[in-house]
């Protein structure tokens, strides 16, 4: 068995030109700054999903704003991708908004509460911290 499949190294290519394509080519005022995060092909190259991510604000009506810029320059995209790559058919491209940044961010931030809130109800277990070995620390005579 191969080691990377030829929609794997498609998919990368995608993503890769993608990028350099949205950030230079598409002039629509109306889109913000967007990443994109992933790409996957179908097995038979026929579709590429392409997963994007917004920077600043991620609210549902902005997103969906940039969704509809993105589905209207597919084409034209899917034709910088054809002039660009070397491919017997070029993708049909769908785009998709990625939450999993926005997710992960929540759930970052719930971690760092739940944090502070442990160590503000429990303050006193700071002093006798356990060492990363797991033993507590012991003063030189071993105490």
């Known amino acids: 068995m191969r080691e990377f499949k030829r929609t794997d190294r498609v998919a990368d290519q995608l993503q890769q030109e993608l990028a350099v394509l949205i950030q230079r080519e598409v002039k629509d005022p109306r889109l913000g700054m ?19 991510t917004l920077l600043g604000e991620n609210d549902a009506e902005r997103v969906k704003d940039n969704l509809k810029v993105l589905k209207r320059a597919a084409g034209f ?64 005579d071993g105490r």
């Open 34 to 52: 967007v990443t994109v995060s992933g790409v996957t092909v179908s097995r038979d190259l026929g579709y590429a999903d392409v997963y994007v």
């Open 77 to 140: 995209l899917r034709s910088q991708i054809a002039r660009r790559i070397k491919l017997r058919h070029v993708p049909e491209l769908r785009f998709h908004y990625d939450e999993s940044v926005v997710r992960g961010q929540k759930l970052s931030s719930l971690i760092e509460e739940a944090v502070a809130s442990d160590r503000a109800q429990h303050p006193d277990d700071d002093s006798d911290a356990a060492e990363p070995d797991g033993e507590a620390r012991r003063d030189e």
